[in-house]
């Protein structure tokens, strides 16, 4: 394999390393590019997951799509990883994943294979599955990969089925009949919940989810999994239907999203050098509430024909003094999480429009 001569190699910094990428500011477009990175949307996605990791301090993992290396790296520096397993197909990843591990001298295991056959020789505490678009056809391996009582955290960046956008498509990767609802993005999740649920339980596990974000066209979800045959039947009954006009869609994982918990201690970790973005996805995920769905109130406030959008806090303040939980939502900055039903919720807006 040729070196890099005719590669663009530059220092890049993020979180608490800085490291050798091929130029962000060409290379983070095509999928195509010799090493992959994407300095933007997925970098959100990395600050959650090495404040995350930090706080479940699995023993080892094994970020399974590396590219340029640079997740297992900050699992390693940041998050204290004693040990990680550095994986791509593409010799070049590996190679340059190779020379950012030694500057920060990780405590490194490098495999240039084929993900799901890593998957099934091996097995790991912790299994980070960042694939270009959908996690789907790889979803079984990692699955399996997972020691009982450790973590899968899994990305997705292929918006369109997952929201409900392409039901066909939906239905093909997915295995669900989706209509896009006004709480899609958190909809996203729910249908990656559901395929580690249905994943895990092919390899007699259960899942419990502890964190889901979404940012930009980015998908996250991280759960644990246990080989308890208990835990699949309790997620099982979690498997359900979404309404839209009568009609129901799905099946969805209709549990819990986050573990609220979890959530406060890695924004404990928190510091000026993660992304604001990930502050705030922490944030909000510490408090969401158990609930399916958000109410969209820019669509509600067009519906009932508001002259202006009422204020977020006069609402939810308004729904909390009548006994419901109310919150804004990490999903969208147009959501309200409320467990009241829809024809509160418009009396609600209502008058929080006359307010105004
Ligand atoms: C989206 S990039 C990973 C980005 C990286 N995790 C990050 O945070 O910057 C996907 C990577 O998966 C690798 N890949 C694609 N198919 C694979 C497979 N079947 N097994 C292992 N690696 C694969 C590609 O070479 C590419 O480097």
Sequence with gaps: MPPYSYVELVPYREGKVELLVPNPETSWQSADVPVFLNPRAARVNRDVSALLLSVLKPKDVLDGMTATGIRGVRYFVESGIPEIAFNDINPRAIDLAQKN???????????????????????????????????????WSAARAVRSGGYLLVSATDTRPLSGASPKQALAKYGTILRKPEWYPELMARVLYFLLFHAAAIHGKGIEPV?????????????????KPSLITKNAKQ????????????????GPLQDRELARCALERWD?????????????ASREPDVLGYYNVHLWSKRLKLKQIPRFDVITSALRDQGFVAERVLWSDKGIKTDADPQVFEEVLLSAGEDK
């Design 272 to 284: 000026s050098d993660y992304t604001r973005a990930s502050k705030k996805i922490l944030e909000l």
């Design 239 to 254: 498997i359900g239907f979404y309404e839209i006009d009568g009609k129901q869609y799905g099946p969805i994982w209709t």
């Design 211 to 227: 964190l889901a974000f979404t940012y930009e066209h980015h998908v996250r979800v991280v759960a644990r999994l246990r080989e």
């Design 101 to 139: 591990a030694k500057k920060y001298g990780v405590n490194a295991r490098f495999y240039q294979k084929d993900f799901c056959v890593l998957c099934n020789e091996e097995r790991f505490w912790a299994v980070d599955l960042d694939p270009f678009g959908s996690p789907a056809p790889f979803i």
